[in-house]
């Protein structure tokens, strides 16, 4: 909390590579355009749930807003089509839209096409973090003993260190993009 002072500029950082003008994040957050600007020039009297509110808008963990360091991931986040800071914003996927920063590398993806089968997913581990983000048809997947079902658009971050796997979920293939950043 040493860095508490510095949450505004984060959050007007993360406002504008969202590209959301002040008067947008103003109106959905439900509060007066005044308002949120001054949280944005100082930090100090933000209240904790407007911060929590624009970390699940934007996919980013509360943490980081509040130190300024990536928060590690201990279990999983996944961000719906439309909601978040992913780059299903735009109308076509690119990947070097998604290549993923972490520490001071730049992970390059991984496309994965999964057959429709009947076979529950393959669990594996390892170190790091991994985000998956969906292209086409349904992919489930599986971190411990939870399943998420994942659509075009929807992504997922999470500790690898928890057994994980992918499937198919549907009568169709699906492809996924990975990044796994050791």
């Given amino acids: 909390m040493n860095e508490i002072n510095e949450i505004g500029p984060r959050l007007r950082e993360l406002r504008e590579t969202s590209d959301y003008t002040l008067e947008q994040l103003a109106k959905e957050l439900g509060l007066k355009k005044e308002v949120y600007e001054a949280y944005e020039k100082d930090g100090k009297d933000i209240p904790i749930s407007v911060i929590y509110e624009v970390a699940n808008k934007f996919g980013v963990d509360f943490t ?28 076509e996927y690119h990947f070097e839209d998604l290549a993923y920063r972490y520490a001071d590398k730049i992970m390059q993806p991984l496309l994965v096409t999964l057959e429709p089968t009947d076979e529950p997913a393959k669990l594996i581990t390892h170190s790091g973090q991994e985000f998956n983000m969906v292209l086409e048809g349904t992919v489930v997947v599986c971190i411990g003993d939870k399943e998420f079902s994942l659509t075009a658009g929807d992504s997922i971050y999470f500790n690898p260190t928890i057994p994980h796997g992918q499937r198919c979920g549907g009568a169709e293939k699906a492809r996924f993009v990975t990044v796994i950043a050791e």
């Fill in 64 to 91: 980081e807003i509040v130190t300024g360091t990536p928060a590690r991931l201990d279990t999983y986040h996944i961000v719906k089509r439309g909601q978040g800071r992913t780059v299903n914003r735009n109308p």
